[in-house]
């Protein structure tokens, strides 16, 4: 719901801004065209007869016999610039001077109609007037060539024009404003019950929305994709449980039989009486039958770790402690010739506290030592733990590392989730024949034990090294560290006195 809201206030947000665009874009539409209409009033005739009329005053002058007339260049200057006729009144209000005077234009003119065509037309010509020493000056332009208004305001209305303007501004933007809350809460109410219904498909629980208004076709939508969702969840319930049980009823089936091969190879195997041949056919077949007890055992545990049904017997321990105590189990049962195990734990390990499954970490750990032996004819085994700072958050590293031949890319990838290669290109790495995904269970059930701590596996870039990142719960106080120490700790150290 609070994204839904999110969305509310943003699209207002928007509105607001589409708004305050649209207004400044009017304002300079409305500045355009005030410029527009202003420089056709420039190169207007018009404009033009405004210039020619106090250009062609100048030109007026005297003859010999005192009379008023237009110079030879005053002339020319009406014909070029496209003047109809012009003509000079007395106070008299008589034509005293004219140049291409219409006939229907008369002769004398009373002081009304003075007044008359200097404010609007004379016999529909548009005509501007100058008044001159000489006498008034007209000229005329053609019929249809400029229109005259008349346009008055008070002063107080001038200058009250730039308050009106805001008003006018503002109000704009208060209705769009409106406007866009109105909408945008009629969008949200529309919306509302589909947030709800995929807050609930994502927890799980059934939903039904409407079908009807602005978002039904959604609603319909959503309701088939919820019912279909839950068809799958019911189908895939189903297969994990019966999955989980069918390995729960082969893993029962075949322990005692298997149990009864182990003991039967074990007497035959220490059977004094048989020859060796067979004393140590039957120590190959106790071997490989007991690999495929632990193998069962994997299953069940990968299968249990992957439906959340392994209960975890959660503890604090000190991961310092852990990782000795493990390097300790691996060298008092012997290494083969060709395999070292060393211990690297930073000092800063030794106060923390991890909570967890004891049991399950030792597995997963056993697991990564066991993996590097298998795979490699001699290595060198790192044991390391350290103290990693990831943002403000202290994280437990703990990694095993040999300088064998690595894990391959594949399984790196298959682990890791990423897409499989095909072809024959996925042959190779490994040692394992395209198509055939490798036995990977060892390493699964280390991901899936450290998934359940709420850490992360990952892998160096060559893929000798296995990390695994653990949540740090505390430190130890100092007085736990006077505790008697245990017999792996005694076994490791040594029992020094004076501690």
């Not at 039904?216 to 799958?232: H, I, S």
């Not at 990952?458 to 949540?471: A, Q």
């Amino acid at each position: 719901m609070k994204s839904l809201f999110k969305i509310y206030r943003r699209y207002i947000f928007s509105a607001a801004w589409i708004a305050g665009t649209v207004i400044l874009v009017n304002m300079l539409a409305l500045f355009g065209v005030s410029a527009y209409f202003h420089s056709q009033s420039r190169n207007s005739p018009a404009r033009g007869t405004r210039l020619r009329v106090t250009q062609t005053a100048a030109m007026l002058e005297q003859g010999p016999d005192g009379a008023v007339r237009m110079s030879e260049e005053g002339t020319a200057y009406l014909d070029s610039s496209g003047a109809a006729f012009a003509f000079l009144l007395n106070d008299a209000g008589d034509v005293i001077w004219d140049w291409r005077l219409p006939d229907e234009i008369p002769s004398h003119f009373t002081l009304g109609e003075v007044a008359s065509f200097s404010r609007w037309y004379l016999k529909d010509y548009p005509v501007r007037v100058w008044n001159c020493a000489d006498g008034l000056l007209v000229i005329g332009e053609p019929k249809l060539t400029a229109s005259k208004y008349s346009v008055e305001f008070s002063r107080d209305s001038i200058r009250n024009v730039p308050y009106f303007l805001l008003a006018l501004v503002g109000a704009n933007i208060l209705l769009v404003l409106i406007l866009a809350v109105l909408s945008g809460y009629r969008l949200y109410a529309s919306l509302m019950p589909l947030a709800s219904g995929i807050d609930s498909l994502a927890s799980g629980r059934r939903i039904l929305v409407p079908e009807q208004g602005l978002t039904g076709d959604l609603g319909k939508k959503l309701n088939q994709a919820a019912r279909m969702l839950e068809q799958q969840r019911s189908n895939l319930a189903k297969r994990d449980t019966a999955r989980t049980e069918w390995i729960s009823g082969v893993s029962h089936d075949i322990r005692t039989p298997l149990s009864m091969v182990m003991g039967y190879a074990d007497n035959l195997e220490n059977d004094a009486a048989l020859p060796e041949e067979s004393r140590k056919q039957a120590g190959i077949i106790k071997e490989q039958s007991l690999k495929i007890k632990t193998l069962i055992e994997d299953l069940n545990l990968t299968s249990k770790l992957e439906y959340q049904m392994q209960p975890l017997r959660m503890e604090t321990y000190v991961p310092a402690a852990l990782l000795r105590s493990v390097a300790v189990s691996y060298l008092n049962g012997g290494l083969a010739e060709g395999y070292e195990l060393e211990a690297d734990i930073g000092e800063e390990l030794e106060g923390l506290v991890l909570t967890g499954d004891v049991r399950l970490m030792t597995r997963a750990l056993h697991n990564l030592i066991g993996n590097s032996i298998r795979h490699n004819t001699g290595c060198r085994i790192v044991l390391s733990g350290s103290l990693l700072q990831q943002g403000t958050v202290s994280v437990c590293r703990i990694g095993v590392k040999d300088d064998g031949a690595g894990i391959p890319r594949e399984i790196r990838g298959i682990l890791e989730d990423r897409p499989m290669k095909r072809g024959a290109d996925a042959a190779g790495e490994d040692g394992h024949p395209a198509g055939q995904p490798p036995h990977i269970m060892g390493l699964r059930i280390v991901k899936q034990i450290v998934s359940a701590h709420g850490g992360r596996m990952d892998f160096s870039e060559d893929g000798r090294e296995v990390i695994l990142l653990l949540p740090v719960t505390g430190a130890l106080e100092k007085d736990t560290k006077k505790e008697k120490k245990r017999w792996w700790e005694v076994l490791w150290y040594g029992d020094v006195k004076g501690e």
